[in-house]
C-alpha cells in the first residue's frame, strides 16, 4: 500500500512530544514490512531543514478565504528516516522555529492541510491511505469528503490518529471561510457544540479512527474534553493500538549518546556505570536510588505535583534517594523547582529545559523513572525506561496502565499508583526505596522489563489490519 502520513510532527524534523516520535518512526517501520509511506508536514526553520539536502518537487498555489498564497514543497533527497520526507513551505504561515503556539496557528495549520491536498490532487496516481494525526490534520477528511474541489480524493480512504484529545483545534464559524467551498448541507460534520471542531470532525468524517493505546480509547468515552458522547457514538470505527518505540534509536546496547552500553546480561555493572556519570555531573550519592522525571512541566504531566512530592519524600524517609528534574514547561512550576535547588542540595537536582543526550543517560542510570500523569495517551517514556532497565512509576492511566505491570501482580516489574497526588507519589517513593535494598529482586524486575517487546514491528501488523479493513 502506499500511504501518506500528514503531520504537524516528526522526529527528528520537528518534536515537541509523543506525536513527533511516532510520525518518525511508524512510516519507517512500514516501509521496512513493504509498503510506500510518506511523510508531509510544515517546512519550520528547524536545525534538521538546514542540515539536509532538498529537491523541490512541486510549486502551486491555494488560497484561504480571500487571501491567494503561493506554496513550495521539497523532498529531502537521501532518503535520510527511510521513508520519503516532504515538507511544505508557505512564506509568512509555516516559515517559523517553533511548531506551535502562535496566534495564527488556526491559520498555519488550515493552509497547510489545503496546499498538501492541492498538491495531492495534482498527482497521477492516488495513494491508497492518507494517515491524519491530531487536530493539525484534522479538517482534512472533511476537505476530501466535502470540498467540491477535491472531490477527485474523495475515494482515497482516510485513518485519523488521536495523540491527545484534550487540544482540538476549536474555531469560530466565522472562519469556516477558510475551508475550500464546501457542501454547506454537511455544516453538522465540521460542528461540535456551536464551533467548527477540527478533531470532532476528522473522527465524524474518516474511515477509521485509531488512538495510541486500549486503555485510552475506553477514557475517551468519559473523559475526553467534550467530546464523550461523539466517542460513545463512533465508537464502532474506533481501534486502539499500542504505539510501539524504535528500538534502533532506544537500544542500550548500541545508543549513540551513551559512553557506556549494556544489555539485558550485562545490565548491573552497565547501569552503575552510566549512574557514576550522573551521579558525578548532579552531586549525587552514587549508593542512594536514583528517581529521576523526564518529559513537559505541565498540569497532563501533574508536573506541579513534583515540588511537594520530593520534598515530602526526603522529609518522609530522609536522604534516602536522589532525585532529579529534566523539562520544560509553565514557568511557575519551572519556578518552584529551581527554588528547590539550595535547600535540598546533594539530594535533588534539576535541568529546565530539554536535551536529548541526557535524557538517554537519564534512562541509562536511573533505577526509577517517575511519571505521575493525570492524562497519558499511550507514553513512550516508560517503555524507553523499560529498555534500558529502568523500573517505571506510574499512575494507572492510559497506555500507562496497559504496559506497567506492577510488582505485587505476577510477573511485575513496576510500580503503579492510582490517584495523581503528591500523597500517593510520596507512598510510591517509599515502595521504589524499598525494592532498591532488595538487589535480587530489582535485577529480576529489570530483567522482565528488558524483555518486553515494544518495536515497531508489531505495531505496524495491527495498522495493516485498520488498513484491510
Known amino acids: 500500500m502506499e500511504i501518506v502520513h500528514l503531520s504537524a510532527e516528526c522526529y527528528p524534523v520537528a518534536k515537541a512530544g509523543g506525536l513527533g516520535?511516532?510520525?518518525?518512526?511508524?512510516?519507517?517501520?512500514?516501509?521496512?514490512?513493504?509498503?510506500?509511506?510518506?511523510?508531509?508536514?510544515?517546512?519550520?526553520?528547524?536545525?534538521?531543514?538546514?542540515?539536509?539536502?532538498?529537491?523541490?518537487?512541486?510549486?502551486?498555489?491555494?488560497?484561504?478565504?480571500?487571501?491567494?498564497?503561493?506554496?513550495?514543497?521539497?523532498?529531502?533527497?537521501?532518503?535520510?528516516?527511510?521513508?520519503?520526507?516532504?515538507?511544505?513551505?508557505?512564506?509568512?504561515?509555516?516559515?517559523?522555529?517553533?511548531?506551535?503556539?502562535?496566534?495564527?496557528?488556526?491559520?498555519?495549520?488550515?493552509?497547510?492541510?489545503?496546499?498538501?491536498?492541492?498538491?495531492?490532487?495534482?498527482?497521477?496516481?492516488?495513494?491508497?491511505?492518507?494517515?491524519?494525526?491530531?487536530?493539525?490534520?484534522?479538517?482534512?477528511?472533511?476537505?476530501?469528503?466535502?470540498?467540491?474541489?477535491?472531490?477527485?480524493?474523495?475515494?482515497?480512504?482516510?485513518?485519523?490518529t488521536i495523540h491527545n484529545a484534550q487540544y482540538q483545534g476549536w474555531m469560530t464559524w466565522d472562519k469556516s471561510r477558510y475551508i475550500p467551498r464546501w457542501d454547506l448541507w454537511k455544516r453538522g460534520m465540521l460542528e461540535w457544540a456551536n464551533n467548527i471542531n477540527p478533531l470532532a470532525s476528522a473522527v465524524k468524517c474518516c474511515d477509521r479512527v485509531t488512538t495510541v493505546s486500549q486503555s485510552y480509547l475506553e477514557e475517551l468515552k468519559f473523559q475526553s474534553n467534550g467530546l464523550e458522547k461523539l466517542f460513545e457514538y463512533e465508537r464502532g470505527?474506533?481501534?486502539?493500538?499500542?504505539?510501539?518505540?524504535?528500538?534502533?534509536?532506544?537500544?542500550?546496547?548500541?545508543?549513540?549518546?551513551?559512553?557506556?552500553?549494556?544489555?539485558?546480561?550485562?545490565?548491573?555493572?552497565g547501569k552503575e556505570k552510566n549512574k557514576e556519570l550522573l551521579c558525578h555531573r548532579f552531586g549525587f550519592d552514587l549508593q542512594k536510588p536514583l528517581i529521576v522525571f523526564i518529559g513537559r512541566l505541565v498540569g497532563e504531566k501533574a508536573a506541579e505535583l513534583l515540588p511537594d512530592?520530593?520534598?515530602?519524600?526526603?522529609?518522609?524517609?530522609?536522604?534516602?534517594?536522589?532525585?532529579?528534574?529534566?523539562?520544560?514547561?509553565?514557568?511557575?512550576?519551572?519556578?518552584?523547582?529551581?527554588?528547590?535547588?539550595?535547600?535540598?542540595?546533594?539530594?535533588?537536582?534539576?535541568?529546565?529545559?530539554?536535551?536529548?543526550?541526557?535524557?538517554?543517560l537519564m534512562y541509562a542510570g536511573a533505577d526509577f523513572l517517575l511519571m505521575p500523569s493525570r492524562v497519558e495517551p499511550c507514553g513512550l517514556n516508560q517503555m524507553y525506561a523499560m529498555r534500558y532497565g529502568t523500573v517505571p512509576m506510574v499512575r494507572s492511566t492510559g497506555g500507562l496502565k496497559d504496559t506497567v505491570v506492577d510488582m505485587g501482580e505476577t510477573e511485575g516489574f513496576g510500580i503503579r499508583f492510582d490517584q495523581a497526588t503528591a500523597g500517593d507519589i510520596i507512598y510510591s517513593i517509599g515502595r521504589a526505596i524499598q525494592v532498591y535494598r532488595d538487589k535480587n529482586f530489582l535485577l529480576l524486575m529489570r530483567e522482565r522489563m528488558m524483555q518486553i517487546d515494544h518495536s515497531w514491528e508489531n505495531t505496524v501488523q495491527q495498522y495493516d489490519q485498520v488498513y484491510q479493513s
Open 309 to 360: 512530592a520530593i520534598a515530602g519524600a526526603i522529609y518522609q524517609f530522609g536522604h534516602t534517594a536522589s532525585y532529579l528534574i529534566l523539562g520544560s514547561g509553565e514557568h511557575q512550576v519551572e519556578g518552584r523547582l529551581t527554588d528547590m535547588l539550595m535547600p535540598f542540595s546533594g539530594t535533588y537536582n534539576a535541568v529546565i529545559g530539554y536535551d536529548e543526550k541526557l535524557s538517554h
Open 21 to 160: 516520535d511516532v510520525v518518525g518512526a511508524l512510516p519507517k517501520y512500514q516501509c521496512k514490512a513493504g509498503h510506500i509511506a510518506k511523510v508531509v508536514m510544515p517546512m519550520y526553520r528547524t536545525p534538521f531543514l538546514y542540515n539536509h539536502e532538498w529537491s523541490v518537487d512541486f510549486k502551486g498555489h491555494a488560497n484561504l478565504a480571500n487571501w491567494y498564497f503561493d506554496f513550495t514543497v521539497i523532498k529531502e533527497k537521501h532518503n535520510t528516516l527511510g521513508y520519503d520526507l516532504y515538507l511544505i513551505d508557505i512564506n509568512g504561515l509555516l516559515d517559523r522555529q517553533k511548531i506551535y503556539g502562535y496566534d495564527d496557528d488556526t491559520e498555519r495549520f488550515t493552509a497547510f492541510q489545503i496546499a498538501g491536498l492541492t498538491w495531492m490532487k495534482s498527482w497521477e496516481h492516488r495513494p491508497d491511505v492518507v494517515h491524519c494525526h491530531d487536530y493539525h490534520t484534522g479538517l482534512t477528511p472533511f476537505i476530501m469528503r466535502y470540498a467540491f474541489d477535491f472531490q477527485a480524493l474523495s475515494g482515497i480512504k482516510t485513518i485519523f
Open 237 to 269: 470505527k474506533c481501534v486502539g493500538i499500542l504505539n510501539g518505540i524504535d528500538n534502533e534509536v532506544w537500544n542500550p546496547a548500541t545508543d549513540n549518546y551513551l559512553q557506556h552500553h549494556f544489555s539485558i546480561t550485562s545490565v548491573t555493572k
